[in-house]
């Protein structure tokens, strides 16, 4: 089993930026797809970004190049760096580990983190 624990979620204005973390123990080691999905009020869960065992990144389209995932195997940890952050990106996010890197994000995902909440202000 898998614990995923997320933070770095913040109140922020339009236009900043910042750095969710996910704490992964014990953090998966091969065949694995590791991810960012976010879900606004009202709105149901989306992708935001996944990476894989051997590094391939996906993004959403609708991020135009302002997150970027990584992690640190050596830290056991998975992030995603936000910048110029919009209202739009008001949500809580979520970590997960999963199996496949898809168009966006993770699918036959296994573990999710209880969430981060990001609040962006106009």
């Known amino acids: 089993e898998v614990q995923l624990v997320e933070s770095g979620g913040d109140s922020v204005q339009t236009g900043g930026s910042l750095r969710l973390s996910c704490a992964a123990s014990p953090y998966p080691t091969r065949n694995y797809c590791m991810a960012w999905f976010r879900q606004a009020p009202g709105k149901e869960r989306e992708g935001v970004a996944g990476i894989n065992a051997n590094g391939i990144t996906v993004y959403a389209d609708s991020l135009q190049g302002r997150f970027t995932i990584s992690e640190d195997k050596a830290k056991n940890t998975l992030y995603l760096e936000m910048n110029n952050l919009k209202p739009d990106d008001t949500a809580k996010y979520y970590c997960?580990?999963?199996?496949?890197?898809?168009?966006?994000?993770?699918?036959?995902?296994?573990?999710w983190g209880q969430g981060t909440q990001v609040t962006v202000s106009a």
């Open positions: 997960a580990a999963g199996k496949v890197l898809v168009e966006v994000g993770c699918a036959r995902v296994n573990y």
